[in-house]
């Protein structure tokens, strides 16, 4: 339990948050299952006066509000800061639930809308909606028109490797980079891709054999190590998952 409050506390570290003692009490409910992220998101919801907010699905369900930084969602957030903090809880508790009983799958295109889909379903009507937008963060990122034909190339090659199965640990650090990056730069979402790739990778790395220690994880360093990555040097990434992957336990 412990290795999943941990990695939603390096995901919400990610984002510029520090993880509440009130958020590990939810996050702990969650994994204990002494609540599900259904009550306590509708608890959140209540207590934040969001749950009684009509929506009204328009044109811009796949964009930003005019004049704004803030995604399309079904509270009708404009205020960038105030969308965060409602994203960042729901996604963490969407998360507890995801380790608990996770989305296995065919490791796919289709898997990675579906993890998105759970993460932030709850927030935007374009969850799991592949973007049909450009996109850059230092580097562009995949066309859109790209997306589906570069995902399958992607995650037909890791088919053929096994899904990174039966590797020693130094073969299995570099490919596992390799992916990161690629799916770094297929940055087929919105929003929300860093979290939802985490979790895909989290899935991939346990049926491999392995684990991630995320306590032992620095966000810094992995944001600096993907974007180095997306450029094609995975060496900044395979240091960093060198220093958090262990044999499963």
Known sequence: MQRCIDYIRFNQESEGFEMSSDDEVDISAILNKDKTADELIQKFLIEHNLDSVEYK???????????????????????????????????????????????????????????????????????????????????????????????????????????????????????????????????PFRTGNAPTARLFFIILTQNAGWQVEWSEADPDGFLEADICAIDGDYQPLIDVLEEVIYPKE
């Open 57 to 187: 699905a328009s044109d811009l369900d796949y964009s930003f509000y005019p004049g704004t930084r803030c995604l399309s969602n079904y509270f009708s957030i404009k205020d960038r800061e105030e969308l965060r903090r409602v994203v960042i809880y729901l996604s963490s508790m969407r998360a507890a639930e995801f380790l608990l009983e996770p989305i296995d799958g065919p490791y796919s295109l289709e898997h990675l809308q579906q993890i998105h889909e759970h993460l932030f379903g709850d927030v935007y009507p374009s969850a799991g909606v592949i973007r049909t937008k450009t996109a850059a963060k230092r580097t562009e990122f995949c066309l859109p028109e790209y997306i589906e034909v570069a995902g399958k190339e992607i995650f037909d090659r890791l088919a053929k490797e096994h899904f990174l199965r039966k590797l020693d640990r130094e073969q299995f650090i570099g490919d596992l980079a390799y992916y990161m990056g690629e799916i770094e730069a297929l940055h």
